[in-house]
């Protein structure tokens, strides 16, 4: 098992500039998440999906889309750059049989994105 | 919804060094409680988890955690720490909602 990948590692992006970062899991997991990382704010996340086609916003939405067409896969929609956006994005699943309860979260190794 | 403080933002300490780091969350309900740790340059990785039972878990690496529902707290501790215990460690809780939330991290360093 690969467990969890993203691509790309690195990324210099220019403001207003779109892109998408891709999250792919291989081990079936129903939930999915997306968290952004900056300097001494731990992680905060941006969206989550609890299966292929339902996702929902996080503590910090804004500036950001998703979509979960598959179970393996969850990409991260950055539509208009801003330098608020530099941080490192990381990817993460869990099986979580429901009732509210999180799983472990397995987590994928991260995309550094700086917007200038 | 669920909230979780470390209290220590550096901890810096030599080899054989005990380490405790502080951990509280604040919802009241039933959850589950997890530390998470990340080496320089790598993703996280779970050093331990709690879900119900005894309230002393036992993780990876010689680390444990002590849940103590009274006091809202999942303090982090390793007798004896290594130089590769380097690293930044984060406590994470659930509040019944799907979702987990992250305390701010501690840096952990370890002076050989």
């Known amino acids: 098992n690969a467990g969890v990948t993203q691509t790309p590692k690195f990324r210099i992006l220019k403001i207003g500039q779109s892109m998408t970062l891709q999250c792919t899991q291989d081990?079936?997991?129903?939930?999915m998440y997306w968290y952004r990382q900056d300097p001494g704010m731990g992680l905060k996340l941006i969206y989550y999906?609890?299966?292929?086609?339902?996702?929902d916003k996080g503590e910090v939405p804004n500036g950001y889309n998703v979509s979960r067409s598959t179970t393996e896969d969850f990409p991260l929609r950055l539509e208009l750059a801003a330098p608020s956006q530099t941080s490192v994005y990381f990817c993460?699943?869990?099986?979580?049989?429901?009732?509210?309860?999180?799983?472990?979260?397995?987590f994928g190794p991260g995309t550094r994105l700086t917007v200038l | 919804a669920q909230s979780v403080s470390q209290h220590n933002h550096h901890v810096i300490l030599s080899e054989a060094a005990s380490l405790e780091l502080g951990c509280n969350y604040s919802?009241?309900?039933?959850?589950?409680l997890f530390w998470y740790v990340q080496y320089p340059g790598q993703h996280l990785q779970l050093l331990l988890k709690?879900?119900?039972?005894?309230?002393l878990v036992k993780g990876i690496k010689g680390f444990e955690a002590e849940f103590i529902k009274s006091k809202f707290s999942f303090n982090l501790r390793k007798p004896s720490v290594q130089w590769s215990d380097t690293a930044e460690y984060f406590c994470?809780?659930?509040?019944?909602?799907?979702?987990?939330?992250f305390g701010a991290g501690t840096t952990v360093t370890v002076r050989a």
């Open positions: 993460a699943s869990s099986y979580t049989p429901g009732q509210g309860f999180v799983n472990e979260q397995f």
């Open positions: 081990m079936n997991h129903n939930y």
């Open positions: 999906s609890v299966g292929a086609g339902i996702t």
């Open positions: 919802y009241g309900g039933t959850v589950n």
């Open positions: 709690y879900f119900s039972g005894d309230p």
């Open positions: 994470a809780a659930d509040s019944n909602d799907y979702k987990l939330s």
